[in-house]
């Protein structure tokens, strides 16, 4: 009797504790699964072509991982990444798919390469903060834009953001060609280069620039955002369902347009830091697709902002292993593309797996 | 050899360049179309459309038959929409997304087997000289239509005909406005979409071979510009109709040509602007055909990107 | 043609151990290049088959890969972004790559000037970057050809085959190289008839199909009826205007293949003869000139063979012209000239010979060009 009671009073608590974790271990364990399915499709693919795939793998570590150059090379490539992965991972989080990153990245590093220039009289500080702003506020308007497209006018965000990304880098090449350019750059046109105190430096230990932090820290605020405020809370329920949000008297149009601003704000930060880091000014090397790559980024992570640090990070060391890739195993550089479309769609297909795997479900450890 | 024509070259250059750059949106269009009626969405038709111009040029190349290329490339097509319509039948599986990882498959595995190909010169698609009639070059040479365009122009009467008056059409739309609907009249939902699938993928197929082997006429890795992507918007502002695809087509066609047009006149300022002329009057017709208030008119009911 | 000899005039080769005053320029360590098996990394921005740009540059890297004691490694399709970067360190870091030819003008600055000073015993050769001692390290070189000797040569032979005075130019931006290319396309045209102008298009990208076809065709329209260009791969705008029966001059590369008939002559790069030399100077233990330019008479650039639809008049003028200009000094831009706005140029005593480095910086259409530099 006595051993029943107590029984009858475990349970419940290890069934409400498995009731938490095994959703969590689900959330981990179905992404993962898709990302070794991907890998071992890609194994097959590369074994039809007569290569090897270990080889490949060896390579992917010993160019992205291995050493202190290798991590330095993933690092370099990951600040964009995490910045445009946040501009698609922000408005999915309402049920928006948001594909033209790129033109909020242009127009960012336009609005910062413009205004470091314009600001170079100021003090560094107030001059950077100026550089935010214009980044920032530019980026974020265009894609602001786009969400009032959608709230006002039903624009489907899909097809605008990808029209208005065709629009930006019209605008952008369009400026630094005539209005900005600086007439010292000869065979490569280019808007003037920022004042040295405006310019970007690494860090220390890790030689990669600071957007690298900035990004890491941007993606746990966007978590704590959606995760833990009100405002996150508010979104996510207008992402399940937009009429039972406004039945509540959710904002839900204010919430689109102002998460559409914010992710496009954080794209036009991946354009402030390669012009204030990397490039020293706006021009075409800009329009590199660190926009279309985010989208990649951000539906691997499944949208969750935190997982979209570990998800650049191994996307850039793939990225990192491609060059040493097409010398050693004399394949294309397209191989990249190819491995990353295949983990794509086995992460995506992996959703299938959601309550289906017996493991995971509470039920089959006991009553509930 | 030519006449001086001055500024008629303008508008000629704006027809000409109509029917000789629509024709891949609107076999991409028509595609997207088929395939949203039934319900589905496939975003990735960029990837299609990039890989069918990777296979069509090779294939003409191997075999010396420009036709035989335009039938594989309908066939890798078909193949990338039968694995995404079948692929999206799995619950839990969104079918926006997967198209954008498509997308980045195609590219990806076009890139990848069309390196070969990026030098080698495979037998064009003939076009049909219908400007015999005139002296003046210029015209004929606008005149020397490529009979996709007529086989593309000929799909869309027959594929609004198919919507109106057939029982393929009215299955296809009724699996697209109501999936109860359907499953009541004991329709299979995903058969229906899988076929509308793979058929839009054979569609695209054909649009890359145009690419490839008309014009421009040359495999390389540059060969699209996001005609894939656009004939997603084309069909949008289309509202689903195959007729309406057609002038879509065409008009996007020829917005694209007036940046070149109006430089061979001299208007040479500013023509990153004329250059993105397409994609702003895309954007004017998209936002002033939409309505906030009720769904789109002609917009499939299953449809995930109207919902 | 490849002519090794005439490349001492140019004198950039130091083969002998007393070119101390190149050791000074270069001030690379020797010790690192001699003896050892030297690795050759080439990164370009396209493919390397693109029948242009990045085609030339991949011809000359194979030319080197066929030399003794030589390894070359590349890599294609890098952007210049830190993309470049971080290939150009991979070569060195995994391959030991001790001379690298980053060919793209987009990955000088900064790429190049940031990643050089971190490995100053390597050497960085640059195609088409103004290197200057005060500016930049060391250890950092820039070369480039005078094409637009080669394209002074096009229009010779455009002059002779146009029939509406008009001849066109596919352009993708307008910035120096670019608009030397278009004016000594013309001012070759009008060394033969002084009434023929150049309608120029440009694209606004350095590859981009649809547009050059496009850009083609509103040009055939316009009645030019001999088409040149200057994007990275012009297989599409030669395959386009001889589509539409218009002649035409290559650029970058040989695309004679792709119209036969129609194909004129075209200006190449001729980046074999060139490479081998560098690296001959390196593996007998010298160095690289830090700034070196060559021209037709160096063997940097050199002309497709003259096609069937060229008159003998043209062959004539063709050849004369070209002996001239293999004299060196050759000077396209000569007063008096204007350019297409009225500004003078050129008074009727100046002229800028082919190696002057002025016409690095042009920024303006010549009179007879129809166009505008501004986008």
């Keep these: ?368 | 050899m030519s006449a001086d024509i001055g500024l008629w070259g303008v508008p000629l250059a704006i027809l000409a360049g109509a029917i000789r750059v629509s024709i891949p949106f609107l076999f991409v269009a028509l595609g997207e179309c088929l395939t949203e009626r039934s319900g589905r969405i496939n975003l990735g038709l960029e990837g299609t459309l990039v890989f069918g111009a990777m296979a069509g040029y090779a294939i003409s190349y191997e075999t010396g038959n420009p036709f035989v290329g335009v039938a594989g490339a309908a066939l890798a097509g078909s193949l990338f929409g039968l694995f995404h319509g079948w692929i999206c039948k799995f619950r839990g599986v969104n079918d926006i997304a997967m198209g954008i990882a498509m997308m980045l498959l195609g590219l990806g595995l076009a890139f990848y087997f069309g390196k070969g190909y990026i030098q080698p010169v495979a037998p064009d698609l003939p076009a049909i000289p219908l400007g015999n009639w005139s002296d003046i070059p210029q015209i004929r040479a606008a005149l020397q239509i490529n009979i996709l365009f007529f086989v593309g122009a000929g799909l869309a009467l027959a594929m609004w005909w198919m919507f109106r008056q057939t029982r393929v059409g009215l299955v296809i739309r009724v699996v697209g406005d109501s999936a109860d609907a359907a499953r009541a009249m004991g329709m299979n939902i995903d058969r229906v979409r899988l076929l509308a699938t793979a058929a839009g993928g054979a569609l695209t197929g054909v649009g890359g071979a145009y690419l490839s082997l008309a014009y421009p006429g040359s495999w390389n890795e540059g060969i699209s510009s996001g005609q894939g992507l656009m004939a997603v918007a084309l069909v949008i502002f289309a509202r689903w109709s195959p007729i309406a695809c057609f002038w879509a087509a065409l008009l996007f066609g020829g917005a694209g040509a007036l940046g070149p047009a109006l430089q061979s006149v001299g208007v040479s300022d500013g023509y990153y602007l004329f250059y993105a002329a397409p994609y702003v009057l895309t954007l004017a017709l998209l936002i002033l055909t939409s309505s906030p208030e009720r769904a789109l008119r002609g917009a499939p009911g299953e449809l995930s990107i109207t919902k | 043609m490849t002519n090794r000899k005439t490349l001492s005039r140019r004198s950039f080769l130091n083969q002998s151990a007393a070119g101390i005053g190149a050791l000074a320029l270069g001030g690379t360590a020797q010790q690192a290049f001699a003896a050892t098996p030297l690795t050759v990394g080439f990164i370009y921005v396209g493919p390397r088959d693109d029948f242009g740009y990045n085609q030339a540059h991949a011809e000359g890297a194979a030319a080197v890969a066929a030399m003794e004691g030589v390894t070359v490694i590349e890599e294609e399709n890098v952007p210049e972004t830190q993309d470049v970067q971080n290939t150009m360190q991979s070569m060195i870091q995994f391959d030991g790559a001790t001379l690298l030819f980053p060919t793209s003008f987009g990955y000088f600055n900064p790429h190049i000037l940031e990643v050089a000073p971190n490995y100053p015993d390597l050497r960085f050769q640059h195609c088409g970057g103004l290197w200057n001692s005060a500016e930049h390290p060391s250890n950092v070189g820039s070369y480039f050809g005078y094409i637009g000797m080669g394209q002074y040569l096009n229009g010779i032979a455009a002059g002779h085959a146009t029939q509406s005075k008009k001849i066109g130019f596919v352009a993708a931006k307008p910035i120096p190289q670019v608009l030397n290319n278009i004016n000594s396309f013309l001012l070759g045209a009008r060394a033969v008839d002084p009434e023929i102008v150049c309608q120029v298009i440009f694209t606004g990208e350095w590859s981009l199909a649809v547009k050059e076809a496009e850009a083609t065709n509103a040009l055939a329209d316009q009645g030019c009826d001999v088409i040149t260009c200057h994007v990275d791969g012009p297989k599409v705008v030669v395959e386009t205007a001889a589509g539409r029966g218009a002649y035409v001059c290559g650029y970058h590369a040989d695309q004679s293949a792709l119209a036969p008939d129609l194909y004129l002559t075209g200006a190449e790069w001729n980046w074999a003869g060139v490479y081998q030399n560098m690296i001959e100077t390196v593996q007998a233990g010298g160095s690289i000139d830090n700034f070196v330019r060559g021209g037709l008479a160096d063997g940097f650039i050199k002309m497709s063979p003259l096609g069937p639809a060229v008159s003998d008049a043209a062959r004539n003028q063709f050849e004369a012209v070209k002996a001239e200009i293999m004299q060196g000094g050759f000077a396209a831009i000569k007063g008096p000239l204007n350019d297409n706005e009225g500004n003078v140029i050129a008074t009727a005593s100046q002229s800028f010979p082919e190696d002057d480095v002025a016409l690095e910086s042009m920024d303006y259409l010549v009179e007879g060009v129809i166009g505008s530099t501004g986008a």
């Design chain 1, 1 to 368: 009797m006595a051993d029943q009671a107590l029984h009858g009073r475990r349970l419940p608590v290890r069934a409400a504790a498995l009731e938490t974790l095994l959703p969590r271990i689900e959330a981990v364990a179905i992404p993962a699964i898709g990302l070794i399915g991907g890998f071992a499709i890609f194994a097959v693919f590369l074994l039809s072509q007569g290569k090897s795939p270990v080889e490949f793998a060896t390579l992917v570590w010993k160019a992205g991982y291995s050493s202190a150059f290798s991590l330095q090379n993933t690092f370099s490539r990951v600040a964009p990444l995490l910045f445009a992965a946040l501009c698609v991972a922000l408005p999915a989080r309402l049920g928006l798919v948001v594909i033209g990153g790129e033109g909020a990245i242009v127009l960012g590093g336009l609005g910062a390469g413009v205004a470091g220039v314009a600001l170079a009289g100021l003090p560094s500080v107030m001059g950077f903060a100026g550089m935010v702003i214009a980044a920032m506020g530019l980026a974020g308007l265009w894609m602001g834009l786009v969400g009032v497209m959608r709230v006002k006018r039903g624009v489907n965000e899909t097809i605008a953001s990808l029209l208005m990304a065709y629009i930006a880098i019209a605008l952008f090449n369009h400026f630094v060609e005539t209005v900005f350019r600086d007439p010292a750059s000869l065979n490569k046109p280019s808007t003037a280069p920022l004042p040295d105190g405006l310019r970007v430096g690494d860090m220390p230990v890790i030689t990669t620039h600071w957007g690298l932090i900035v990004g890491i820290c941007a993606c746990i605020a966007c978590w704590v955002l959606i995760e833990r405020t009100k405002l996150g809370f508010a979104a996510r329920l207008a992402g399940d369902s937009a009429r039972a949000a406004k039945v509540q008297g959710l904002p839900v149009d204010r919430l689109i347009i102002g998460f559409m601003a914010l992710g496009g704000a954080l794209a036009g930060l991946a354009g402030l830091f390669e012009v204030a880091a990397v490039h020293g000014s706006a021009n075409a090397s800009l329009i590199a697709g660190y926009g279309y790559t985010g989208i990649l980024v951000s539906f691997l992570a499944r949208h969750n902002p935190l997982a979209i640090i570990p998800v650049a990070i191994l996307l850039g060391g793939i990225e990192a292993s491609s060059g040493l890739i097409q010398r050693r195993m004399d394949l294309p550089d397209a191989t990249n593309l190819v491995l990353q479309g295949m983990i794509f769609v086995a992460i995506l297909f992996s959703e299938t797996l959601t309550g289906r795997l017996k493991l995971l479900q509470p039920g089959t450890w006991g009553r509930t």
